[in-house]
């Protein structure tokens, strides 16, 4: 076990990538006005401005105390339990209220939006995860919060929206029917795209709210990188030495957080970074074979439409254990590292993911969320044999650093399952993929003509 002082500042790949990120495009309104998007200024600015370090506020600083640094430590006993050839370094994002790694920017949003004179948050929440957190950030800034939760994680796991509620978070199960959204949606349709699309309509009709959200923005990059820059610190601390960084992927805050400070290390330095692996769901495998086009974030179409690797906002993702996974495409930043192989990416069916973690578990005396699970398969194959990744076979010489993004006390019944034999992996269709990326503008085909028509937030 290490630890280390908690940095003073997030640090931003954006220097660190040759080009700008294509600007998003800004829908337009049936009267022909842009959609706004009600954002704090200094959010903007951290999505935007090619500026390395951001102080971490002092009052957000003092919340992470009660939590960071988080652990690292070497899996001895999952390395034994996995035939691991080289080590295996964990970091643990799930020892805190939330009980993941969403509560890091949680609590930097909800300042900002606090200080921008917002008075309550609103959001959707597929595992429960970043709802809990968002709830634990309002409570701690004073602010109302009202969560969207996908209805079908909702019934699997009713204590989740018990501690929002806890927290004092108003939760509604999503379809609700509070929204044009969910009324207007396919019956039996029960997805965080649709989650995040009533609680965007939902903020933008209540006074004094905002909608904000926990994975793929650039921000919330940016404050994960806390993940990796203490792990840099703990590893240097221990003499230890990686190749590969692993974590899992729903949109990508814990694995841009825990890797993406190597990648800026190792381009301030000119070295080599270690190879960048994403763990995704088989069920939502967007990095592995979707397409990197300009796609929808939410349901309701109404936010701007980002470049991103995507499966297609209207593919129908099937049910699964990996809550949190079940997000159709990747953050703009992953996605344009993926585009330029500066990232890679592996995917991971959730039988194989629920049973590392399962071995984790008993090796490690830490149990962790499903949606870790696929981080640890991935890892454990690395440190292993190898793995099949989106650009062919990955394997780790010399050790790797995986991102264990929370804890699963509240998903024993995926566990259960686990064991009781219940549990299978769902592919997904490839017609239904391809039609779901059917009518998707690709990006290449934007450069030049079509790029500067967008609208940089
Ligand atoms: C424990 C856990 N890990 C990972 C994720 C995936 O999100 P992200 O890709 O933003 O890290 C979630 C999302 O809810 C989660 O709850």
């Not at 044009?180 to 209540?206: C, F, H, K, M, P």
């Not at 592995?288 to 349901?299: K, L, N, P, S, V």
């Not at 292993?384 to 991102?403: F, I, Q, T």
Request: hydrophobic share 40%; proline share 5%; with cysteine.
């Amino acid at each position: 076990m290490s630890t280390v002082a908690l940095p003073t500042s997030w640090r931003s790949v954006l220097p660190h990538l040759d080009e700008h990120l294509p600007p998003d495009r800004t829908p337009r309104t049936a009267g022909g006005a842009s959609v706004q998007v009600n954002l704090p200024m200094e959010l903007v600015r951290q999505s935007v401005q090619h500026k390395e370090y951001w102080d971490i506020p002092a009052e957000v600083a003092e919340a992470y105390r009660a939590f960071r640094p988080t652990p690292l430590w070497r899996a001895k006993g999952f390395e034994r339990a996995v035939g691991a050839r080289v080590p295996v370094y964990v970091k643990y994002e799930g020892g805190n209220i939330s009980g993941s790694h969403k509560l890091n920017t949680a609590l930097a949003q909800a300042y900002y939006y606090a200080r921008a004179g917002v008075r309550e948050l609103v959001s959707g929440t597929g595992a429960g995860q970043w709802g809990t957190a968002l709830a634990a950030a309002c409570a701690m800034f004073g602010m109302k919060c009202t969560i969207f939760m996908v209805a079908g994680s909702l019934r699997r796991k009713p204590y989740r929206g018990t501690l929002m509620r806890t927290l004092g978070a108003t939760v509604h199960a999503s379809p609700s029917g509070l929204t044009d959204v969910a009324r207007q949606s396919e019956a039996g349709v029960n997805s965080l795209s649709l989650a995040i699309g009533e609680a965007v309509e939902y903020a933008a009709a209540t006074e004094g709210a905002a909608f904000c959200i926990g994975s793929g923005e650039t921000y919330s990059i940016l404050h994960q990188s806390v993940i990796g820059l203490e792990a840099a610190d703990q590893l240097a601390g221990l003499d230890a030495e990686i190749d590969a960084v692993v974590g899992c992927v729903g949109a990508g805050s814990n694995f841009g957080g825990i890797a993406l400070p190597f990648f800026s290390a190792a381009a301030s330095a000119g070295t080599e970074p270690p190879l960048l692996v994403a763990a995704e769901s088989s069920t939502t495998p967007k990095l592995t074979r979707g397409t990197y086009a300009y796609d929808r974030t939410d349901a309701t179409g109404t936010g701007p439409m980002e470049a991103m690797y995507t499966i297609g906002s209207s593919y129908p993702i099937p049910d699964s254990h990996s809550a949190g996974l079940r997000f159709h495409g990747a953050a703009k930043v992953l996605s344009a590292m993926r585009h330029r192989d500066q990232i890679t990416a592996t995917a991971v069916g959730q039988v194989e993911a629920l049973d590392a973690g399962r071995l984790f578990t008993r090796g490690e005396m830490v149990l962790p969320a499903p949606e870790s699970g696929h981080a640890l398969a991935a890892a454990a194959h690395l440190a292993g044999a190898g793995a099949e990744g989106s650009d062919g076979p990955l394997r780790a010489e010399k050790g790797v650093l995986v991102c264990v993004s929370g804890h699963g006390y509240l998903d024993l019944g995926a566990y259960q399952q686990l064991m009781d034999g219940e549990l299978a992996n769902e592919s997904p269709d490839p017609q239904a993929l391809s039609r779901a990326m059917g009518g998707l503008q690709r990006v290449e085909q934007l450069a030049g003509a079509g790029a500067g028509a967008g609208h940089e937030r």
